[in-house]
C-alpha cells in the first residue's frame, strides 16, 4: 500500500495572505508527482506535474517545488484569494496505469 | 476546452440494484480510469481499461464491477447488484497516453451514488 500523505488536513487563510502546504510520498521509484485543485461540484483540476528534483513550477499565484530524495513537495499559494479556497490534492503514480491521492488540503481563503 | 463528461451526477438506488454510470472521455484520448471517493476517505482506485480491455484493477473492482468502452465516445461503469458500501462518488477521468507516470489524468465531476 503507497504511502502519499498531505498536511494539514485543512487550513484558513486571509485574504492576501500567502500559504504553503505539503505531500509526502515514497522516496524510492519515483516517476512523477501529480498536483490537482479540487472545487466542490467541479472535476479536479489539474495543476502541475513535477518530475525532476528541485524542480519548481508555477501556475499564476500557485507554485509547487519537489524534493525527490526527501519525498516531499510543497505547494504554494502567493496572496490568497477567495477563488483559491478548494481541496488540493497530491497524487503519486505507482505506475502508469494509475494514481494514488493523498488525502489533499481544504483551503478556506477568508475575504 | 475539451473536457470529460459524466452522467447521472447524482444517483439514488435500492441496495441489491444495477447501476450503470455513464461518461464520455476527451475525443483523442486513449486511456480511461474510474477512481471513487467514499465520504471521508481518500479518492482510490478502481480500474484502467485501454485498448479495449482491462490494464489494471484494483482489488475493489471484484465480479459484481464492470466496464466497458461500447461505442467510440462512451466508457461506463456497472455494478451489478449493489451494496451499501458502494455509496461514493465516482469519478471517470481519461488520458492521450503521451507517456507513462506522466501523463495527465483529465477528470469529470463525478457521479454520487447513494444506495438505500
Known amino acids: 500500500i503507497l504511502n502519499v500523505e498531505q498536511s494539514p488536513q485543512s487550513l484558513h487563510v486571509q485574504e492576501g495572505d500567502s500559504t504553503n502546504f505539503t505531500c509526502s510520498f515514497p522516496s524510492s521509484n519515483f516517476y512523477a508527482l501529480h498536483w490537482y485543485r479540487w472545487e466542490t461540484a467541479k472535476s479536479p483540476e489539474a495543476l502541475f506535474v513535477m518530475t525532476l528534483n528541485g524542480d519548481e513550477k508555477k501556475k499564476g499565484r500557485i507554485s509547487a517545488t519537489l524534493n525527490t530524495k526527501e519525498g516531499y513537495s510543497y505547494l504554494y499559494i502567493k496572496g490568497s484569494q477567495p477563488e483559491d479556497s478548494a481541496t488540493y490534492l497530491c497524487a503519486f503514480p505507482p505506475n502508469d496505469y494509475k494514481l494514488s491521492f493523498g488525502a489533499g488540503t481544504t483551503v478556506t481563503v477568508r475575504a | 476546452e475539451p473536457e470529460v463528461t459524466q452522467t447521472p451526477s447524482h444517483q439514488v438506488t435500492q441496495m441489491g440494484q444495477e447501476v450503470i454510470l455513464r461518461c464520455v472521455p476527451i475525443s483523442n484520448h486513449l486511456y480511461f480510469y474510474w477512481y471513487r471517493q467514499i465520504l471521508g476517505q481518500k479518492v482510490e482506485f478502481l480500474v484502467s481499461?485501454?485498448?479495449?480491455?482491462?490494464s489494471e484493477k484494483s482489488e475493489i473492482f471484484d465480479d459484481q464491477f464492470s466496464v466497458e468502452r461500447p461505442d467510440g465516445s462512451n466508457f461506463t461503469l456497472k455494478i451489478r447488484s449493489t451494496k451499501l458500501e458502494d455509496s461514493a462518488m465516482y469519478f471517470c477521468a481519461s488520458s492521450w497516453g503521451g507517456g507513462p507516470f506522466t501523463d495527465t489524468q483529465y477528470f469529470g465531476p463525478g457521479t454520487r451514488l447513494t444506495v438505500l
Open positions: 481499461f485501454y485498448n479495449n480491455e482491462i
